[in-house]
């Protein structure tokens, strides 16, 4: 399996700017995390899709962000308009999504290294 | 509130020389405790889970082991390749989600 695919890996933009980063889940997960990633905050979940539908979106740190899964391959994660804080390491991560299972191990993708200037 | 604490935050051992990564919780009810390895630029990626008090589980020359209170990642006879920085994290019963320490990160020097 290509595992958790998630693009740019690389992304520089400035102050205002609109910024998406896209991930793709592994084939046949039925659940999605978005997490964000700093020195000071370590791994902080944003939000969590489960059959494509948000289940949690608590950790979402303000209304500029937003995130979506149109379908069980693909979502999106967007801020609008994106302001120098959010500079951080964006990591999407995928488990099967069972339901009634006991736990389930996430599989994260490579990340996306968001810099705004 | 769940909790999750590693020590020591860095650990720098020479190669061969076999120490431990602790990983301390508190959380209402433990469904499972998770072991990751992250490199530099790159995600987490997964070592292994333990479910219960006294499990122990192995992968080459590391081993994990589980207590009520704590987790351990024992490494024996390091390389230079298992340099990385290692995260523990918890999901209790009550929660889906997983509970991250800030990790330890261990450099073993040849």
């Known amino acids: 399996d290509a595992g958790v695919i998630q693009s740019p890996r690389h992304e520089v933009t400035e102050m205002g700017q609109e910024v998406t980063l896209r991930c793709k889940p592994i084939?046949?997960?039925?659940?999605l995390f978005w997490y964000r990633q700093t020195m000071m905050r370590g791994l902080e979940l944003l939000i969590y899709?489960?059959?494509?539908?948000?289940?949690?979106d608590s950790g979402m740190p303000e209304d500029r962000f937003s995130a979506k899964m149109p379908n069980a391959s693909f979502s999106t994660l967007k801020i609008q308009p994106s302001e120098p804080r959010d500079s951080a390491v964006y990591f999407c991560?995928?488990?099967?999504?069972?339901?009634?299972?006991?736990?389930?191990?996430?599989?994260f993708g490579p990340g996306t290294r968001l810099l705004v200037l | 509130e769940d909790q999750v604490t590693q020590s020591p935050e860095a650990l720098r051992l020479q190669e061969g020389e076999s120490s431990s990564l602790n990983c301390s919780y508190t959380v209402s009810g433990l469904r499972g405790l998770f072991w990751y390895r992250q490199d530099p630029g790159k995600g987490p990626e997964f070592l292994f889970t333990l479910y219960s008090a006294g499990e122990e589980k192995e992968k080459e020359r590391l081993k994990a082991t589980l207590t009520k209170k704590e987790s351990f990642l024992h490494i024996t006879a390091p390389k230079p390749e298992d340099s990385a920085t290692y995260l523990c994290a918890v999901q209790g019963l009550s929660n889906y989600q997983l509970i991250w320490g800030a990790g330890t990160k261990l450099i073993i020097k040849p």
């Open positions: 899709f489960n059959n494509n539908v948000p289940i949690d």
């Open positions: 991560a995928s488990s099967l999504g069972l339901a009634g299972a006991l736990q389930e191990t996430q599989y």
């Open positions: 084939s046949g997960h039925n659940s």
